[in-house]
């Protein structure tokens, strides 16, 4: 059964940094593409970061250089460090695999105060 859990989420201020992460379970972890999405009030989900088994990061233009993702194979996990956090950030953050897995996680809310 897959399983991905997601934690580290907050509020922060405009400027301010968070670390994300996410623990999956339930499938070879290793050889899978996976990523960070978040959804907004009233916007659809969107992906923001996404890593491939050869820890090739990819990132949308809205947070390329200020995102960073990683991922840590002996874990299972993956991790998306965010800095300078602008408002336009805030949304519930979720991981998945690439292509995705139909049951999403809980997510973890990030806020950003402006």
């Known amino acids: 059964q897959v399983r991905l859990v997601e934690s580290g989420g907050g509020l922060v201020q405009t400027g301010g940094s968070l670390r994300l992460s996410c623990a999956a379970s339930?499938?070879?972890?290793?050889?899978?593409?996976m990523g960070w999405y978040r959804q907004a009030p009233g916007n659809q989900r969107e992906l923001v970061a996404e890593?491939?088994?050869?820890?090739?990061?990819d990132y949308a233009d809205s947070v390329k250089g200020r995102f960073a993702i990683s991922r840590d194979n002996a874990k299972a996990t993956i991790s998306l460090q965010m800095n300078n956090l602008k408002p336009e950030d805030t949304a519930v953050y979720y991981c998945?695999?690439?292509?995705?897995?139909?049951?999403w996680g809980q997510g973890t809310q990030v806020t950003v105060s402006s």
């Open positions: 339930g499938f070879v972890f290793d050889i899978n593409t």
């Open positions: 890593i491939s088994r050869y820890d090739t990061p």
């Open positions: 998945n695999r690439i292509p995705n897995e139909p049951n």
